[in-house]
T-cell receptor
Framework: GAVVSQHPSWVICKSGTSVKIECRSL??????MFWYRQFPKQSLMLMAT?????????EQGVEKDKFLINHASLTLSTLTVTSAHPEDSSFYIC????????????FGPGTRLTVL | KQEVTQIPAALSVPEGENLVLNCSFT??????LQWFRQDPGKGLTSLLL?????REQTSGRLNASLDKSSGRSTLYIAASQPGDSATYLC????????????FGTGTRLKVLA
Protein backbone atom coordinates (compact mmCIF):
# COMPACT_ATOMS: atom_id res chain seq x y z
CA GLY A 1 0.00 0.00 0.00
CA ALA A 2 0.86 3.67 -0.15
CA VAL A 3 3.38 4.71 2.48
CA VAL A 4 4.01 8.17 3.87
CA SER A 5 6.96 8.91 6.10
CA GLN A 6 7.81 11.86 8.30
CA HIS A 7 11.14 13.03 9.57
CA PRO A 8 12.01 13.57 12.29
CA SER A 9 9.66 11.50 14.44
CA TRP A 10 10.33 13.79 17.35
CA VAL A 11 12.25 17.00 17.93
CA ILE A 12 13.03 19.18 20.90
CA CYS A 13 14.15 22.75 20.29
CA LYS A 14 14.69 25.98 22.12
CA SER A 15 12.22 28.82 21.93
CA GLY A 16 12.95 31.14 19.03
CA THR A 17 14.52 28.56 16.75
CA SER A 18 13.04 27.21 13.53
CA VAL A 19 12.22 23.58 12.93
CA LYS A 20 11.67 21.80 9.63
CA ILE A 21 9.53 18.69 9.32
CA GLU A 22 9.58 16.56 6.19
CA CYS A 23 6.75 14.53 4.74
CA ARG A 24 7.52 12.04 2.00
CA SER A 25 5.37 9.76 -0.10
CA LEU A 26 7.59 6.72 -0.57
CA UNK A 27 5.89 4.73 -3.29
CA UNK A 28 3.54 7.12 -5.05
CA UNK A 29 3.45 10.63 -6.40
CA UNK A 30 1.49 12.94 -4.15
CA UNK A 31 -0.16 15.80 -5.97
CA UNK A 32 -1.74 17.00 -2.76
CA MET A 33 -0.38 16.96 0.77
CA PHE A 34 -2.07 18.02 3.96
CA TRP A 35 -0.66 19.16 7.30
CA TYR A 36 -2.54 18.60 10.53
CA ARG A 37 -1.84 19.55 14.13
CA GLN A 38 -2.98 17.61 17.18
CA PHE A 39 -2.75 18.99 20.69
CA PRO A 40 -2.72 16.54 23.62
CA LYS A 41 -6.01 14.68 23.99
CA GLN A 42 -7.55 16.68 21.17
CA SER A 43 -8.41 15.77 17.64
CA LEU A 44 -6.59 16.60 14.44
CA MET A 45 -7.02 20.04 12.98
CA LEU A 46 -6.18 20.75 9.36
CA MET A 47 -3.58 23.48 9.09
CA ALA A 48 -3.03 23.72 5.36
CA THR A 49 -3.34 21.97 2.02
CA UNK A 50 -0.50 22.05 -0.45
CA UNK A 51 -0.39 21.17 -4.11
CA UNK A 52 2.86 20.41 -5.85
CA UNK A 53 4.38 23.50 -7.36
CA UNK A 54 1.91 25.99 -5.97
CA UNK A 55 1.38 27.93 -2.77
CA UNK A 56 -0.28 26.23 0.16
CA UNK A 57 -3.83 27.05 1.20
CA UNK A 58 -3.98 27.76 4.91
CA GLU A 59 -6.96 27.25 7.17
CA GLN A 60 -8.45 30.18 9.01
CA GLY A 61 -6.41 31.09 12.05
CA VAL A 62 -3.17 29.46 10.87
CA GLU A 63 -0.35 31.96 10.42
CA LYS A 64 1.23 31.63 7.00
CA ASP A 65 4.44 33.34 8.02
CA LYS A 66 4.87 31.13 11.04
CA PHE A 67 4.13 27.79 9.40
CA LEU A 68 5.94 27.76 6.08
CA ILE A 69 4.92 24.96 3.75
CA ASN A 70 6.83 23.96 0.65
CA HIS A 71 5.70 21.25 -1.75
CA ALA A 72 8.51 21.37 -4.25
CA SER A 73 8.21 17.87 -5.63
CA LEU A 74 5.60 15.15 -6.01
CA THR A 75 7.11 13.16 -3.16
CA LEU A 76 8.15 15.79 -0.62
CA SER A 77 6.47 18.49 1.39
CA THR A 78 8.08 20.37 4.25
CA LEU A 79 6.59 22.29 7.16
CA THR A 80 8.86 24.83 8.83
CA VAL A 81 7.81 26.20 12.18
CA THR A 82 9.57 29.56 12.36
CA SER A 83 10.56 31.17 15.64
CA ALA A 84 8.96 28.34 17.57
CA HIS A 85 7.45 28.98 20.98
CA PRO A 86 6.22 26.59 23.69
CA GLU A 87 2.62 26.98 22.49
CA ASP A 88 3.69 25.47 19.16
CA SER A 89 4.49 22.19 20.92
CA SER A 90 2.21 19.66 19.33
CA PHE A 91 1.97 16.51 17.25
CA TYR A 92 2.19 17.34 13.56
CA ILE A 93 0.81 14.82 11.06
CA CYS A 94 0.93 14.99 7.30
CA UNK A 95 -1.10 13.10 4.75
CA UNK A 96 -0.76 12.69 1.02
CA UNK A 97 -3.02 11.83 -1.88
CA UNK A 98 -2.13 11.21 -5.49
CA UNK A 99 -4.85 13.31 -6.94
CA UNK A 100 -7.44 15.81 -5.86
CA UNK A 101 -8.73 16.36 -2.35
CA UNK A 102 -11.34 13.63 -2.68
CA UNK A 103 -8.78 10.93 -3.28
CA UNK A 104 -7.72 8.67 -0.45
CA UNK A 105 -5.34 10.34 1.98
CA UNK A 106 -2.47 8.31 3.39
CA PHE A 107 -1.25 9.51 6.74
CA GLY A 108 2.28 9.77 8.02
CA PRO A 109 3.34 8.58 11.48
CA GLY A 110 3.54 12.09 12.89
CA THR A 111 6.23 14.32 14.39
CA ARG A 112 6.24 15.28 18.04
CA LEU A 113 7.53 18.83 18.48
CA THR A 114 8.48 20.08 21.93
CA VAL A 115 9.59 23.68 22.29
CA LEU A 116 11.36 24.50 25.53
CA LYS B 1 -19.52 24.84 9.47
CA GLN B 2 -19.08 21.11 9.82
CA GLU B 3 -18.70 19.77 13.34
CA VAL B 4 -17.97 16.15 14.15
CA THR B 5 -18.66 14.73 17.59
CA GLN B 6 -17.91 11.30 19.02
CA ILE B 7 -19.63 9.62 21.92
CA PRO B 8 -18.52 8.30 24.31
CA ALA B 9 -15.26 10.13 24.88
CA ALA B 10 -13.87 7.13 26.73
CA LEU B 11 -14.93 3.54 27.11
CA SER B 12 -13.63 0.65 29.15
CA VAL B 13 -14.97 -2.85 28.51
CA PRO B 14 -14.02 -6.42 29.38
CA GLU B 15 -12.53 -8.57 26.68
CA GLY B 16 -15.01 -10.30 24.41
CA GLU B 17 -17.70 -7.64 24.47
CA ASN B 18 -19.28 -6.28 21.34
CA LEU B 19 -19.25 -2.51 21.33
CA VAL B 20 -20.47 0.48 19.35
CA LEU B 21 -18.74 3.78 18.87
CA ASN B 22 -20.78 6.72 17.68
CA CYS B 23 -19.93 9.60 15.40
CA SER B 24 -22.25 12.44 14.48
CA PHE B 25 -21.78 15.26 12.01
CA THR B 26 -23.78 18.44 11.54
CA UNK B 27 -23.52 18.92 7.76
CA UNK B 28 -24.74 16.05 5.59
CA UNK B 29 -22.80 17.35 2.57
CA UNK B 30 -19.99 14.85 2.90
CA UNK B 31 -18.05 12.97 0.25
CA UNK B 32 -17.09 10.11 2.53
CA LEU B 33 -16.58 9.24 6.17
CA GLN B 34 -13.54 7.42 7.47
CA TRP B 35 -12.75 5.68 10.73
CA PHE B 36 -9.19 5.65 12.04
CA ARG B 37 -7.33 4.08 14.89
CA GLN B 38 -4.61 5.98 16.73
CA ASP B 39 -2.30 4.38 19.25
CA PRO B 40 -0.69 6.65 21.89
CA GLY B 41 1.92 8.93 20.36
CA LYS B 42 1.45 7.39 16.93
CA GLY B 43 -0.07 8.34 13.61
CA LEU B 44 -3.35 7.21 12.12
CA THR B 45 -4.30 3.80 10.81
CA SER B 46 -7.23 3.80 8.43
CA LEU B 47 -9.85 1.21 9.39
CA LEU B 48 -12.84 1.74 7.14
CA LEU B 49 -13.91 4.30 4.57
CA UNK B 50 -17.56 4.70 3.61
CA UNK B 51 -18.45 6.65 0.51
CA UNK B 52 -21.47 8.95 0.76
CA UNK B 53 -23.48 6.61 -1.48
CA UNK B 54 -22.78 3.59 0.72
CA ARG B 55 -24.55 2.45 3.87
CA GLU B 56 -21.85 0.32 5.47
CA GLN B 57 -18.43 -1.25 5.17
CA THR B 58 -17.01 -4.30 6.86
CA SER B 59 -13.51 -5.49 7.59
CA GLY B 60 -12.99 -8.50 9.82
CA ARG B 61 -14.49 -7.76 13.24
CA LEU B 62 -15.23 -4.17 12.29
CA ASN B 63 -18.39 -2.85 10.72
CA ALA B 64 -19.08 0.81 10.03
CA SER B 65 -22.43 2.24 9.01
CA LEU B 66 -23.37 5.62 7.60
CA ASP B 67 -26.69 7.44 7.71
CA LYS B 68 -26.21 10.77 5.99
CA SER B 69 -29.76 11.95 6.55
CA SER B 70 -29.41 11.72 10.32
CA GLY B 71 -25.77 12.75 10.33
CA ARG B 72 -24.56 9.61 12.05
CA SER B 73 -22.01 6.88 11.66
CA THR B 74 -21.30 3.98 13.96
CA LEU B 75 -18.32 1.70 14.29
CA TYR B 76 -19.18 -1.75 15.57
CA ILE B 77 -16.39 -3.87 17.03
CA ALA B 78 -17.22 -7.51 17.59
CA ALA B 79 -15.58 -9.70 20.22
CA SER B 80 -13.27 -6.98 21.48
CA GLN B 81 -9.67 -7.83 22.36
CA PRO B 82 -7.05 -6.04 24.49
CA GLY B 83 -5.20 -5.23 21.26
CA ASP B 84 -8.16 -3.12 20.20
CA SER B 85 -7.29 -0.62 22.93
CA ALA B 86 -6.61 2.70 21.20
CA THR B 87 -8.27 5.98 20.33
CA TYR B 88 -10.76 5.75 17.49
CA LEU B 89 -11.34 8.80 15.32
CA CYS B 90 -13.96 9.42 12.70
CA UNK B 91 -13.47 12.03 10.00
CA UNK B 92 -15.94 13.45 7.51
CA UNK B 93 -14.72 14.68 4.15
CA UNK B 94 -16.82 17.78 3.76
CA UNK B 95 -17.86 19.05 0.35
CA UNK B 96 -19.00 22.48 1.49
CA UNK B 97 -16.42 24.85 0.05
CA UNK B 98 -13.09 23.09 -0.23
CA UNK B 99 -12.84 19.36 0.32
CA UNK B 100 -11.24 18.64 3.67
CA UNK B 101 -11.44 16.18 6.51
CA UNK B 102 -13.06 17.33 9.72
CA PHE B 103 -12.06 15.02 12.55
CA GLY B 104 -14.12 14.02 15.52
CA THR B 105 -13.02 14.34 19.10
CA GLY B 106 -12.20 10.65 19.41
CA THR B 107 -13.20 7.75 21.65
CA ARG B 108 -10.49 6.31 23.89
CA LEU B 109 -11.15 2.60 24.15
CA LYS B 110 -9.64 0.29 26.72
CA VAL B 111 -10.34 -3.43 26.52
CA LEU B 112 -9.54 -5.23 29.73
CA ALA B 113 -8.08 -8.73 29.66
Amino acid sequence: GAVVSQHPSWVICKSGTSVKIECRSLDFQATTMFWYRQFPKQSLMLMATSNEGSKATYEQGVEKDKFLINHASLTLSTLTVTSAHPEDSSFYICSASWGVSTDTQYFGPGTRLTVL
Amino acid sequence: KQEVTQIPAALSVPEGENLVLNCSFTDSAIYNLQWFRQDPGKGLTSLLLIQSSQREQTSGRLNASLDKSSGRSTLYIAASQPGDSATYLCAALTTSGTYKYIFGTGTRLKVLA
